[in-house]
T-cell receptor, first 113, second 118 residues
Framework: NAGVTQTPKFQVLKTGQSMTLQCAQDMNHEYMSWYRQDPGMGLRLIHYSVGAGITDQGEVPNGYNVSRSTTEDFPLRLLSAAPSQTSVYFC????????????FGPGTRLTVT | AQSVTQLDSQVPVFEEAPVELRCNYSSSVSVYLFWYVQYPNQGLQLLLK??????LVESINGFEAEFNKSQTSFHLRKPSVHISDTAEYFC????????????????FGKGTHLIIQP
């Protein structure tokens, strides 16, 4: 099993550009989520999904969009990048909702200039 | 909504000494509690969790945490640390089953950087 994979590992964007962060898992997990990690802030939930076709907002959803067309993939879209979105982004998955162990991807380090 | 407070942003400790990383939480509903560890340049890994039952939970690498409902705490301890324990440690909570609405994900503390000195 590859577990949770994320691409790209690093990305630099200019303000106003859009892009998609990719996340895939091969463990047949129903629950997937996106977090951002900022220094001194811990991880904050952006969006999550409890299954294909179902998504919901987390703590900090503004400026991000998600969809879940398959069980395996959960891409995160930045619609119009802003410097405040400079962060490390982690995708996670688990069998059920968060009481089960969440498996985290290696992260994507995004810089918006 | 839930919140998690990790009082110490950094904890330096000598190798083979004991350590305690503090975590307090606030919630109006029942919660489940977790400790995750992040080694340098990696994602997070589950260290241990409390869902129900015995309030003392242990990990396979010698860490333990005790759930204290009256003090709303879930402190992490290890009797003797090793250089390989150097990492960022995150306490997290999620609302319990049947505990009503709200975003359904983990709420993390800000993290404690454990620094092991030789």
């Amino acid at each position: 099993n590859a577990g949770v994979t994320q691409t790209p590992k690093f990305q630099v964007l200019k303000t106003g550009q859009s892009m998609t962060l990719q996340c895939a898992q091969d463990m047949n997990h129903e629950y997937m989520s996106w977090y951002r990690q900022d220094p001194g802030m811990g991880l904050r939930l952006i969006h999550y999904s409890v299954g294909a076709g179902i998504t919901d907002q987390g703590e900090v959803p503004n400026g991000y969009n998600v969809s879940r067309s398959t069980t395996e993939d959960f891409p995160l879209r930045l619609l119009s990048a802003a410097p405040s979105q400079t962060s490390v982004y982690f995708c996670a998955s688990s069998y059920g909702r968060g009481v089960d162990e969440q498996y985290f991807g290696p992260g994507t380090r995004l810089t918006v200039t | 909504a839930q919140s998690v407070t990790q009082l110490d942003s950094q904890v330096p400790v000598f190798e083979e000494a004991p350590v305690e990383l503090r975590c307090n939480y606030s919630s109006s509903v029942s919660v489940y509690l977790f400790w995750y560890v992040q080694y340098p340049n990696q994602g997070l890994q589950l260290l241990l969790k409390y869902l129900s039952g015995s309030t003392l939970v242990e990990s396979i690498n010698g860490f333990e945490a005790e759930f204290n409902k009256s003090q709303t705490s879930f402190h992490l301890r290890k009797p003797s640390v090793h250089i390989s324990d150097t990492a960022e440690y995150f306490c997290a909570v999620i609302r319990g089953a049947y505990s009503g609405g709200g975003a359904d994900g983990l709420t993390f503390g800000k993290g404690t950087h454990l620094i092991i000195q030789p």
